[in-house]
């Protein structure tokens, strides 16, 4: 097994993929479909090999909150909620997977939850070994947001942007996408400020003023927002290109093509 191209990692925000601020299980299709166009393009043109890691929205979310199961899965009623949140994130992963396939994307589903256990919230094992044989097949596998096994705490909680920090440390990625539904990062929230400017650049000069000011979701989110993923980003890939933009076809295509686009880059 040898893994010749270069490695990019994207994350599909819960908040690109379902309708998040609903609250309801609401796929966006037309944003599923632009993005599986525009991988399906990319990956003809440019040798690299994807991993693809989608949120889960109102599909984990909502159930998380509903059964109080953020910080232990314990009690019977626990228990139904962690089966039936797994099972509403792997009904959402099939539905971006059969988008894939549509456009021709020779993608595979790998279920976090078969594959992770974790110890106080923390992974503690995390078998890569499918994942390389299939980077190596040219084959992208799609991962996402999932309730696991906690030896510590019954089960719990492995956000998407959790599951990319750690596989893009352990296989090397060399850059990492974070599809959001705004531009990027901004001064002051964009919804609420016209004023708002987008920080385009943010290194280690920058970071500290920026998670200062960076608010969390306005959504309900067990993982924290948007403060959750730059925290994720500063704390576990430094030396490693992370853009966070808006997800669109044409954005998608030109950042997976090396051209710029409107967004925030992160390189600590």
Known sequence: ???????????LGGSSITEKHSNEFIVNQKVLAETARAISHSMKKKNFCLIVVHGA?????????????????????????????????????????????EHNIDAFSIQPSACIIQKNKKIEKFDLE???????????????????????????????DTIVTYLAKKLKATKVFFGTNVDGIYNKDP????????????TYHNI??????????LAIDVTKGMKGKLSEIANNLKGIECYIFKLSEENL??????????????FL
């Open 208 to 217: 500290d003023d920026v998670l200062n000011y960076v608010s969390g979701s």
């Open 130 to 160: 499918i994942i390389k044989e299939l980077l190596s097949k040219k084959i992208v596998p799609i991962l996402y947001g999932d309730m696991v096994v906690d030896v510590s705490l019954g089960a719990s909680v492995i956000s998407g």
């Open 1 to 11: 097994m040898h893994i010749m191209h270069p490695i990019y990692i994207l994350k």
């Open 191 to 202: 919804n609420r400020y016209k004023d708002a400017k987008l920080i385009r650049n943010i």
């Open 57 to 101: 929205g109102p599909f984990g979310h909502r159930l998380v909150k509903q059964y109080k199961i953020e910080d232990r899965v314990l009690t019977e009623e626990q228990v139904r909620g962690f089966v039936r949140t797994h099972k509403s994130v792997a009904d959402l992963n099939n539905i971006v997977l059969n988008s894939f396939i």
């Open 253 to 266: 295509k030109a950042l997976l093509e090396d051209k710029t686009i409107d967004c925030t880059k992160i």
